[in-house]
């Protein structure tokens, strides 16, 4: 089994910065590095959308929205993965979670991120 684990979100103020962190444990925690894996957020009152993956080779994809702002990486020696979130925005609230792509784990607890404006 495999648990994905996310921190580090919060409250900041709109142009400010946030980095997200993911990691995975469990017996099969390694098996992340195998994947293509992702970020996505649910903002309130919405359903769950994709925003940012990156490949096994470390290839990187963004959702227009965020575009020039976040930035996704990788450290397969860690199993962990990270979202660097920069000139964050008022509709970037929500709480984030990672997973593959497409999802074929279960869906952690996520973390909240709230930018005020």
């Known amino acids: 089994q495999v648990q994905l684990v996310e921190s580090g979100g919060g409250l900041v103020q709109a142009g400010g910065s946030l980095r997200l962190s993911c990691a995975g444990s469990g017996t099969s925690g390694n098996i992340l590095r195998f994947k293509t894996m992702a970020w996505y957020r649910r903002a309130p009152g919405k359903q769950r959308e994709l925003v940012a993956w990156i490949t096994t080779a470390s290839f990187t994809n963004y959702v227009d929205s965020v575009k020039g702002r976040f930035t996704i990486s990788r450290d397969n020696s860690k199993d962990a993965m990270y979202l660097l979130m920069n000139s964050l925005k008022p509709e970037d609230t929500g709480v984030y979670y990672c997973?593959?792509?497409?999802?074929?784990?279960?869906w952690g607890q996520g973390t909240q991120v709230t930018v005020s404006s």
């Open positions: 997973n593959t792509l497409p999802s074929s784990v279960s």
